[in-house]
């Protein structure tokens, strides 16, 4: 490997002017879509683009929306420190996209629906809708204060771009696009922005593994360096990555993103047909599997380049999200403007996904709150109302961001967020769906129980992060270093010691088992919480006895949940049977010897 102790250079105009061609281009779809649509002035067609969306730009808009600026900087990352076990996000991507087609979009799309907690109404009541909205509107704005914050953060310490430029421009730029434009300016920029993020990590993979000397290279380094260990099926679920928590805890994780996010499913009801939503779902599982690649082989070259001089070891970055920003201002900085491509393509992703987060978040405010005390407003006051809402919710995501700082690792946090909420979520819509016998009382105390778990569990682990024998990071070397850690680097790191064993003396047996659990479960415990206290319940106090719309229960569901039922009367005649058989034979044989 080359020398690696010289500095990284700086933005340079080319870079900003690329950057910048990005928010004009972005904002301009927003002004092209405000002059085109003028005169279609209901909210229905600002907040759903008038159910007439077709699957392509859909597909790519759900892709950009959930691959955002903490997959971008935040993936890479993880596969540099853990290993290419990361890849096995692809196994739950296809379980996430197959489950949400066949199971849940059927119910949300031939309901008729603009909010996804308006379901919740019409299966349940008022009050569980409400209060469905309520954890939603406060998950979204947590998890897009990350997405914000923490690739402004990576990008400044390490190229210089100015910090809080980059927030204000990209929630400015976002509330602005989305005022205008409604969810159709929405979903063609982040078609643009999707883009922008596949040409930006095709750059960085030519250049990268040119630079590390090949693809042979890369594959050989990594190997040696135990990057390439991918299939561990260790069942412990305090690890951090195996194939396990990867595959079922990752489905839990992004099944409650995908399957009943207002974001997604505002996306695939806003398509003409149910076709259409189904056939944007399977196209844009194409398009995960596509940045997942990319960013685990950025992550691999990046490892081959650094192998013998680790840059956060060595003090050149403080932080592993920085890892990957630096890694693209050493191979490309000598080529004016890749630098600012490579910024593009992460705002491409925080763009996107704080775009349908304001959407996403005007809608489901405008219809389960506004609408709901004010039945006959206009179109045209709708409308306002509902542009008025992306500015409001635009200000609060921005400032948000600035609390982001104290999350911790941005994939890691970001997904926790999901979790804590994502998890008992799924498990109350699929209470409804899934579950035709679930009464009203089961729904709330499910929620209750379900959010009190992954709370519970997430915030004791916040509080006690999980030892290094449960998250295995990966060695990293400095043998090819030729420079000495700062003073500054080398306090730090005491520091940081001391602060560990401090944290090893007070900790509590909890802190190591139940705080330990790997972040991808904190979904499944919110899940099964949820689900197994709301069917509990229910068995307690008498199913549901009310008739519901075939359009509000999965039939596919309901075929599966007849199958189990069946299955589990045959085993329990087969099993009185051969009670009843084995007794009357002891029996006789007990009289016979009498």
Request: proline letters at 3%; glycine letters at 10%; one cysteine or more.
């Amino acid at each position: 490997m080359e020398d690696k102790s010289h500095t990284v250079g700086t933005f340079q105009v080319g870079d900003y002017a690329v950057f910048a061609a990005l928010f004009v281009v972005s904002s301009g779809i927003g002004v092209f879509f405000a002059i085109k649509e003028r005169k279609k002035a209901s909210s229905k067609e600002f907040l759903v683009g008038g159910r007439q969306m077709s699957c392509g730009p859909v597909a790519l808009s759900l892709t950009a929306s959930f691959m955002s600026a903490v997959t971008v900087i935040g993936a890479p990352s993880d596969v540099y420190r853990y290993g290419a076990s990361y890849v096995i996000f692809g196994v739950a991507y296809t379980f996430v996209v197959f489950l949400t087609a066949e199971l849940f979009l059927p119910v949300f799309y031939r309901s008729g629906i603009t909010s996804t907690y308006e379901y919740l109404e019409l299966r349940f009541c008022k009050l569980v809708r409400v209060a469905a909205t309520l954890i939603y509107i406060i998950q979204t704005i947590l998890y897009t204060g990350v997405v914000v914050y923490a690739p402004a953060l990576a990008l400044n310490q390490v190229t210089g771009f100015d910090l809080w430029g980059s927030i204000f421009a990209t929630g400015i730029v976002c509330t602005f696009y989305c005022t205008l434009g409604g969810l159709k300016a929405v979903v063609w920029t982040d078609a643009f922005q999707m883009v922008v993020m596949v040409v930006g990590f095709l750059t960085v993979l030519i250049q990268g593994a040119s630079r590390a000397g090949g693809i042979e290279s890369v594959w050989s380094t990594a190997h040696t360096g135990g990057r390439m260990d991918v299939f561990d099926f260790d069942v412990n679920p305090l690890r951090r990555h195996t194939f396990w928590t990867l595959s079922v805890g990752g489905t839990f994780t992004w099944l409650g993103i995908y399957g009943v996010n207002q974001s997604t499913i505002q996306r695939c009801i806003s398509c003409k047909t149910e076709g259409h939503a189904r056939w944007a779902l399977y196209l844009n599982l194409l398009g995960l599997w596509i940045i997942l690649f990319c960013a685990v082989v950025s992550g691999l070259i990046m490892y081959t380049f650094y192998s013998r001089c680790d840059p956060w070891s060595a003090g050149s970055v403080s932080a592993p999200d920085q890892l990957m920003p630096y890694f693209v201002m050493e191979i490309l900085g000598a080529f004016p403007g890749l630098p600012g491509l490579f910024v593009a393509c992460a705002f491409s992703g925080t763009l996107s996904t704080v775009a349908a987060s304001i959407n996403a978040l005007a809608t489901v405010t405008y219809e389960d709150f506004v609408s709901q005390c004010y039945r006959d407003l206009s179109n045209r006051a709708a409308n306002w109302i509902s542009k008025a809402l992306c500015v409001v919710f635009g200000v609060a995501c921005t400032t948000m961001a600035v609390a982001a700082s104290y999350m911790g690792g941005i994939v890691q946090a970001a997904l926790s967020i999901h979790g804590m909420c994502g998890g008992p979520m799924l498990g109350l819509f699929s209470l409804g769906i899934l579950f035709p016998v679930t009464n009203l009382k089961g729904a709330v105390g499910g929620l209750i129980v379900g959010i009190t778990l992954s709370f519970w569990v997430g915030v004791g682990a916040f509080i006690y992060p999980a030892p290094s024998n449960n998250t295995r990071p990966l060695e990293l070397s400095t043998a090819g270093c030729n420079f000495n850690l700062t003073a500054d680097g080398s306090n730090q790191t005491s520091v940081i010691i001391i602060l560990r064993c401090l944290c090893l003396v007070f900790r509590y047996w909890l802190a190591d088992s139940w705080y330990s659990m790997s972040y991808l479960y904190y979904s499944a415990v919110g899940f099964i919480g949820t689900v197994a206290a709301g069917l509990l319940i229910t068995l307690l106090t008498g199913e549901n006895c009310l008739t519901l719309k075939r359009t509000l229960v999965s039939l596919k569901g309901q075929c599966i949940q007849q199958k189990l039922m069946r299955t589990v009367i045959s085993n329990k005649v087969r099993v009185h049977t051969y009670i009843y058989s084995y007794t009357n034979n002891v029996s006789q044989g007990f009289f016979h010897q009498k």
